[in-house]
């Protein structure tokens, strides 16, 4: 058996450690986790403690027994500690006791009955780790425990920064975890995520979703499951999709922008087609973007597209901030009108294309549609695909687009590779932007 002590701290760090040796004395705490680090102490702790840091720095410093971490930290009991707001796809192990700056999004919904969170990465993470206890800053909250369908059993707790409310938390912690009565158990508030997931899973075998692509998740570009999967691309993941940078953007960070801004969002699962459900949640997104580059950069209009296939390997969608200088009026209509035409005409061959404006896309319907967002609704346009035998040009909405840019020489994705460290940097400033 184990103890912990948890402590949020203010700017009075000698107070609090000398608190916080007190309570050692009378409790032999394991550790002290901190929630944030402290401010130039000048008393010792008289136990290891350890508190969220930006440099991976794990040395001890022996003037204050304080410890920084980035990341992950595996006690000698064996117990691990992850300080993180940041998913480490390639991590594997468990996580036993979670440190976090906010709220998960999922709590954050339910307590503070905040809906307008639509960031899911947190909870994502929780629900693949499902931690013992997950700490956050904030007001005093306890919520759970709660268990998953595998048994395991988490607890939330939120504290308060010292001086505003409940700060402190000591709690024992068995190598092996107790069991917890049915009655005392509260609602699992992640299990939702799970259900919805597991619908779009069941599915698959159905005739009204679309079949499974014959290249397998584990070597699929755009599977999240794919081990060799470029986690410095993505910007966030919500419950069904994931959005990251687009390799080989169309634009390029610019004076104007520090970002290339060409994203693409992906559903999480492997499936050929766009659903109702993944459509909802990335018009969400699309709409929160809208708003950001109205907000941040107003000359840019952000403009979507999407090719809807049964032959796709993994349905997504992408989207970029075009300046609106190359948007006037009916600019937009007018190339696309031309660029069908010469498809139709010039490569007979060649699945026709005839773009409509719709309300919204029939997702059923297998098509490939542009959306333009001068506005918060944005004008679709779809045109639909009879027959897939034919040739279908999938480059086509890129034609339009590096066209309309006057960038014909970004035609091709793989002709305009950026160096990862490039790759890196859009992406941390689309994070900032986003976030
Ligand atoms: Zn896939």
Same mark, same amino acid.
């Given at each position: 058996?184990?103890?912990?002590?948890?402590?949020?701290?203010?700017?009075?760090?000698?107070?609090?450690?000398?608190?916080?040796?007190?309570?050692?004395?009378?409790?032999?705490?394991?550790?002290?986790?901190?929630?944030?680090?402290?401010?130039?102490?000048?008393?010792?702790?008289?136990?290891?403690?350890?508190?969220?840091?930006?440099?991976?720095?794990?040395?001890?410093?022996?003037?204050?027994?304080?410890?920084?971490?980035?990341?992950?930290?595996?006690?000698?009991?064996?117990?691990?500690?992850?300080?993180?707001?940041?998913?480490?796809?390639?991590?594997?192990?468990?996580?036993?006791?979670?440190?976090?700056?906010?709220?998960?999004?999922?709590?954050?919904?339910?307590?503070?009955?905040?809906?307008?969170?639509?960031?899911?990465?947190?909870?994502?993470?929780?629900?693949?780790?499902?931690?013992?206890?997950?700490?956050?800053? %904030? =007001?005093?909250? /306890?919520?759970? +425990?709660? #268990?998953?369908?595998?048994?395991?059993?988490?607890? !939330?707790?939120? &504290? $308060?920064?010292?001086?505003?409310?409940?700060?402190?938390?000591?709690?024992?912690?068995?190598?092996?975890?107790?069991?917890?009565?049915?009655?005392?158990?509260?609602?699992?508030?992640?299990?939702?995520?799970?259900?919805?997931?597991?619908?779009?899973?069941? %599915? =698959?075998?159905? /005739?009204?979703? +679309?079949? #499974?692509?014959?290249?397998?998740?584990?070597?699929? !570009?755009?599977? &999240? $499951?794919?081990?060799?999967?470029?986690?410095?691309?993505?910007?966030?993941?919500?419950?069904?999709?994931?959005?990251?940078?687009?390799?080989?953007?169309?634009?390029?960070?610019?004076?104007?922008?520090?970002?290339?801004?060409?994203?693409?969002?992906?559903?999480?699962?492997?499936?050929?087609?766009?659903?109702?459900?993944?459509?909802?949640?990335?018009?969400?997104?699309?709409?929160? &973007?809208?708003?950001?580059?109205?907000?941040?950069?107003?000359?840019?209009?952000?403009?979507?597209?999407?090719?809807?296939?049964?032959?796709?390997?993994?349905?997504?969608?992408?989207?970029?901030?075009?300046?609106?200088?190359?948007?006037?009026?009916?600019?937009?209509?007018?190339?696309?009108?031309?660029?069908?035409?010469?498809?139709?005409?010039?490569?007979?061959?060649?699945?026709?294309?005839?773009?409509?404006?719709?309300?919204?896309?029939?997702?059923?319907?297998?098509?490939?549609?542009?959306?333009?967002?001068?506005?918060?609704?944005?004008?679709?346009?779809?045109?639909?695909?009879?027959?897939?035998?034919?040739?279908?040009?999938?480059?086509?909405?890129?034609?339009?687009?590096?066209?309309?840019?006057?960038?014909?020489?970004?035609?091709?994705?793989?002709?305009?590779?950026?160096?990862?460290?490039?790759?890196?940097?859009?992406?941390?400033?689309?994070?900032?932007?986003?976030?």
């Amino acid at each position: 058996m184990f103890k912990f002590l948890v402590l949020n701290p203010s700017t009075k760090s000698d107070e609090i450690i000398k608190k916080a040796n007190i309570q050692h004395k009378k409790n032999e705490f394991e550790s002290v986790i901190l929630l944030d680090k402290l401010d130039n102490p000048v008393e010792k702790l008289d136990v290891p403690s350890y508190y969220p840091s930006l440099e991976d720095d794990k040395s001890i410093s022996v003037d204050t027994n304080l410890i920084g971490v980035n990341g992950i930290l595996k006690l000698n009991s064996g117990v691990t500690i992850a300080f993180m707001d940041n998913v480490e796809v390639s991590f594997n192990g468990k996580i036993d006791i979670l440190i976090l700056k906010q709220w998960p999004s999922k709590l954050s919904n339910l307590i503070k009955k905040d809906t307008v969170s639509i960031d899911f990465t947190i909870d994502n993470l929780i629900t693949r780790f499902r931690p013992r206890y997950i700490f956050a800053s %904030g =007001e005093f909250h /306890e919520y759970g +425990p709660f #268990r998953w369908e595998s048994g395991a059993v988490s607890r !939330f707790v939120s &504290l $308060s920064k010292e001086g505003e409310g409940k700060w402190f938390y000591g709690f024992n912690f068995p190598l092996v975890p107790t069991e917890v009565a049915s009655q005392d158990l509260m609602d699992n508030p992640f299990i939702e995520t799970l259900s919805v997931k597991r619908r779009v899973d069941q %599915g =698959e075998n159905s /005739e009204s979703l +679309p079949k #499974r692509a014959k290249v397998s998740p584990q070597n699929c !570009f755009f599977c &999240l $499951s794919n081990p060799n999967v470029e986690t410095h691309m993505i910007i966030t993941i919500g419950q069904l999709v994931y959005m990251t940078v687009a390799k080989g953007p169309l634009t390029r960070s610019n004076a104007s922008m520090p970002f290339s801004g060409h994203g693409i969002i992906t559903p999480v699962d492997h499936m050929s087609k766009n659903t109702k459900e993944v459509d909802a949640e990335m018009n969400e997104f699309e709409v929160k &973007l809208f708003h950001k580059f109205k907000q941040n950069y107003p000359d840019f209009v952000l403009v979507v597209f999407d090719l809807n296939l049964e032959k796709n390997v993994h349905y997504h969608r992408q989207f970029l901030p075009i300046h609106n200088k190359f948007l006037e009026e009916d600019k937009f209509s007018k190339v696309l009108e031309e660029k069908a035409q010469t498809n139709n005409e010039k490569y007979n061959k060649n699945h026709k294309l005839e773009f409509k404006n719709v309300d919204a896309v029939d997702v059923d319907s297998q098509y490939i549609s542009f959306k333009v967002y001068k506005d918060e609704v944005p004008v679709v346009y779809q045109s639909t695909i009879e027959d897939d035998s034919k040739i279908i040009d999938l480059q086509f909405p890129r034609r339009v687009l590096s066209y309309i840019i006057r960038s014909p020489k970004r035609l091709y994705w793989d002709k305009c590779q950026q160096p990862k460290f490039k790759e890196t940097q859009d992406c941390e400033e689309f994070k900032k932007f986003f976030t």
